[in-house]
């Protein structure tokens, strides 16, 4: 009994609950502000676009990719839902058609990214930072520069302001999605392809698997909850534009790495990936509270990333980040070490 | 009678024959491009972008990748625009520009080469942190942090006068063209260039060879800072100003322009002039877009495309070269 | 360098690795103008004692003699300042520069911070000359041929003044005309007087090549011969040693006959030409040979994991699928080679690296049943003996035997009926071994054909029914459990016809 409070406190989760745990310490003492209401759901409406976008790309970086395009996908998908709704004055049968568009165009996105990762064997963050600009690129065509303002109290609206039991609609749908993820990443058989494909993809294709077609339905996946994302995030915005969505790659490629997701692949999972849109949205909240520059937020959130990933490789626990000739030397060692 | 064209060869008539159809193209539809005043404007903007492509290329060459190149060109162009008002002679700020180019590059050599960071991850996070630290140091109306930017005109002489150009042909050009020069001639007369293709080529056999390769990678970073510094100093200085905005974008033209180029990433193949042709093509797309009225968003659309375009065709060539090398191999063996 | 001076010699070296002694008193002699060729089994410490006198490895006891003096070489600057230097199997070459960058990669010639390529050139051009190679010093080196590669591997080793050249395996990766080529290249060496320690397996490269030969085994020198003395037979005896044969059981399992395998003129690329044979339930056919023989490619092939230019795979009548999953449901497995890169997922449990061949049982619809599958795991954890006996525990934290069971028991756990094993006991240590030949014992009994590949003379003899050994791409003799000895599989190894065995 005793040894197992222990060990969570030693093991991850312990960990993570007293990286929250100072968190709100320091702010209890500092900046009061943060425990209103108001700021407590307004951290938990972040969250949710940041969690329903890292629980897709989770998918990707479990088979150690990257997928860049997240933000540009999201707002491509604000603009698309918010072109057709508003030709329906903002109507049911518009939004729905808008989603279908926006999730139509997200799986040729995914697919388009699996495609060439595999068959073409080019490196996922050249390919997703390609196309992170290309999708950005289409976004002024569908609102001809100008921003696209939702009204009404329909559907649009309901998405990222209604209240189910008194729970903001975001954050139903970030739990739906994470719950939904979670399930085919514990559940599934292609979840445990995934897994098996991002330890190793030569032991996983002698056991059968279709390396090739597990990757781009992944692609696919972290596209698809990337449109959902943009979706949620222009409906509580109220507004679409060539802005929606703009940097959230940083946001959620942050989540991955504070929540513990190994960036090389096969370690990880849902809750890794919640924590670490929770604490993406912390930090995010906090400096707006302090008054810290949306740009200049982004330097904090290059020096997280870094410090992240140094403490990963520093504490051997994953190797998450570690580059790859280090590895090779690694294995080279335990090869010498195999033949002694 | 034996005709042999090696396949760089091929890969370099390929991006030089990109560059000339886009010229003639314009040239033939529209009146203004060749007028000297355009080709000269058209120089200028290719050395800003060329000049950062030049460093990234040597990273690439040596089988790593940059993308921090565009925050270190606003954390220096701030600063220099700042050092500006010290009344310090333009020479001097230059020097310094470069110099604090180099210091974020050494950041970038030391987290890869030291910490042993993978390469894009972590240039992908120094260029959050330098963008940010740019945006620190810029002026703001209240002096608070959270104030507003402004940008403040430059009135130090002999720093603007590096901004100038003789006859048309701005100093930048000139710096650029000279550095490429001087850059192709390190690379491949020298250890540290034969050293650079040596690990970007085969990292383990360049080791057991005795290339000392943490030391390779870290200088790559640092030239490849210094060169982005020396960029941002030469365009603040033509601008006459510096914005919060300087060098958004830019890493992801660089790495565009560098595989247009014939650079390859993973390493050890294509070459700083690689680096220097896919420069202009760059420019050319987005003088291009300009002159026939597209809207800006185009230029997005075609970078993202150029850099898959240009990384597919690389593998579709390269399996054309091993094909073409097999044929030859066997006819050697057949004979 | 005055021919038949002693270069280097070894004195009582002796080397332990975690208690376990791997070279005992092993005195090396080698001398300048010499091709001494070094024999021995997998394990007999020929790799060993190269990493010794190469300073890869520090020797836990003797002495090292270069010229006479006795030397400390504690990392490979040390053995190349003394001249020694090793040509590896998997070569050192960058493939992006030309053959002169690569050979002076790492002490290039500078003449005011810069490289005097003329110079560097010239003095390529006077090696090329001086031993009359055929290569073009600014080709590069991404467009030669593997025998051309190692030539600039050993031009690189002259460039650093090398006085004896170690070739560990030369010609594994090289087809008959270019081996012909580097052996050509090996007698000019002789000639101008450098010694030569050449390691191989294949008999016809120590005969055509070898001025002197010491055989290894167990970690000891049990011979060293002179020229005259080297036949087949003396070798293969000494490098294996008496062999216990009464200590064998016997097969005499029955023939499953409704349970076949036909392959019918197989062929891969260069690797394997024109392969036929039938295998039948209830046997374990041993596939002998040495490596680079084409074995691994045949159970690939069979398995559905390489693609073979030409011939036919039958399995009970039927084709056999390209595809693996398919292959996997009726009744296929493999064990692959190296079970680190191809055989299990380090960073997973061992539950789940059991579990994910088998989910066409585990899972409906695509949702796996997760007390079925923990139930499927345990269950083979305690029938295979693997141990920890957790199955939460990540398969890199194993040792390599319980690795090995794990992907053995992916496999047994399905009962298959085809189960392809390639080295399958490589890294594992005794006591898991004999668990192993009992599992794959149990497995033929139950009717399965079980596939192994082996380069374990021991196990190749003991524990197959039948014995198919491959030279050069194509089966060259075949063996009864009864008339196998470790002596005759290894000459059919090396293409020499024994009395025992079937000629193919």
Known sequence: MNSKITRFIGGQWGQRALILLLIFIVMAVFERKFFTPGNVSSIFLAISVYGIMACGMLFVVLLGGLDLSVGSMAGLSAVIISFFAKNDNFGTGGVLTGLLAALAAAVVVGWLHGVLVTQINMPSFVVTLATKYILYGFMPMITSGAFIYITGEGLMYQVGNAKVLGVPMPIVIFLVVAVICGLILSRTTFGRRLYAIGGNPTASALVGIHVFRDTKIAYIISCVTAALGGMVLCSMNMIAGQTTGNGYEGNVLLAMIVGGINLAGGEGGVPGAVFGALLAGIITNLMTLLGVSADFQKFVQGMIILAAITLNVYTGRRSAGLSAPKRRRGKAAEESAKQG | ?335 | MEKDRVLLRTEGIFKQFNGVTVLDDVNLEIKYGEVHALMGENGAGKSTIIKIITGVYAKDGGDVFVDGEVVAINNRQDARARGISVIYQELSLVPALTVTENIFLGQEIEHRGLLSKKKMRESVRALIGKYAFEIDPDAVVDSLSMAQRQMVEILKALSMDAKLIIMDEPTSSLSAAESEKLFDTIDGLREKGAGILYVSHRLEEVYRLSDRLTVMRDGRIVAVLDRSEINAKTVTTLMIGREPRESRARSGRDLFKDNYLEVKHLSYGKLLKDVSFTAYGGEILGIGGLVGSGRTELVRCIYGAAKQDGGEILFNGRPVSKRIAKNIRMGFGLVPEDRRVEGFIPVQSIEKNIAIASHDRLSRLGIVNARKETRWAEDAIQNYDIRPKNRHMPVANLSGGNQQKVVLGRWLSRDPKLLLLDEPTVGVDVGVKADLYDFMRKLAQSGAIIIMVSSDLFELTHISDRILVMHGGRFFEEFTHDNASQTSVLLAASGEHTEEGRAL
């Not at chain 2, 000297?36 to 040597?58: E, M």
């Not at chain 2, 063209?177 to 850059?183: D, E, H």
């Not at chain 2, 030469?234 to 660089?254: I, R």
């Open chain 2, 1 to 335: 009678m034996k005709f042999k064209i090696r396949n760089k060869t091929v890969r370099r008539l390929v991006s030089i024959g990109l560059v000339i159809a886009l010229a003639l193209f314009f040239a033939l539809s529209t009146e203004a491009f060749l007028s000297p005043r355009n080709l000269f404007l058209l120089l200028k903007d290719s050395a800003y972008l060329g000049l950062i492509a030049l460093g990234v290329s040597i990273v690439i060459i040596g089988g790593g990748i940059d993308l921090s190149g565009g925050g270190i060109v606003c954390v220096v162009g701030i600063l220099t625009s700042r050092l500006t008002f010290t009344g310090l002679p333009g020479i001097v700020i230059l020097a310094g520009g470069v110099i604090l180019g180099a210091v974020c590059g050494a950041a970038n050599g030391f987290l890869i080469a030291a910490v042993h960071l993978t390469e894009f991850v972590a240039t992908l996070a120094t260029g959050f942190v330098f963008t940010g630290m740019g945006l620190l140091f810029a002026y703001r109306s209240n002096g608070r942090i959270s104030g507003n930017l402004i940008s403040k005109s430059i009135t130090n002489k002999s720093f603007l006068a590096m901004g100038k150009h003789i006859n048309g042909l701005y100093y930048i050009t000139i710096v650029w063209v000279a550095m490429s020069v001087l850059s192709h001639f390190v690379m491949v007369r020298t250890k540290f260039g034969l050293h650079t293709y040596a690990m970007g080529s085969h990292e383990k056999s360049a080791e057991m060879s005795g290339v000392n390769v943490a030391r390779q990678k870290a200088l790559g970073f640092v030239i490849s800072g210094a060169c982005a510094g020396l960029a941002s100093v030469m365009v603040v200085a033509n601008m006459g100003a510096s914005a919060a905005s300087l060098g958004t974008g830019y890493e992801f033209q660089a790495i565009a322009a560098c595989v247009v180029g014939g650079l390859v990433l993973g390493g050890g193949k294509g070459d700083t002039i690689g680096a220097f042709i896919g420069s202009i093509f760059m420019l050319l797309v987005l003088n291009g877009l300009y002159k026939f009225n597209l809207p800006t968003y185009w230029q997005y659309i075609f970078q993202g495309a150029i850099i898959i375009i240009a990384t597919a065709f690389d593998a579709q060539f390269a399996k054309f070269a091993q094909k073409r090398r097999a044929a030859e191999s066997a006819a050697r063996t057949a004979a």
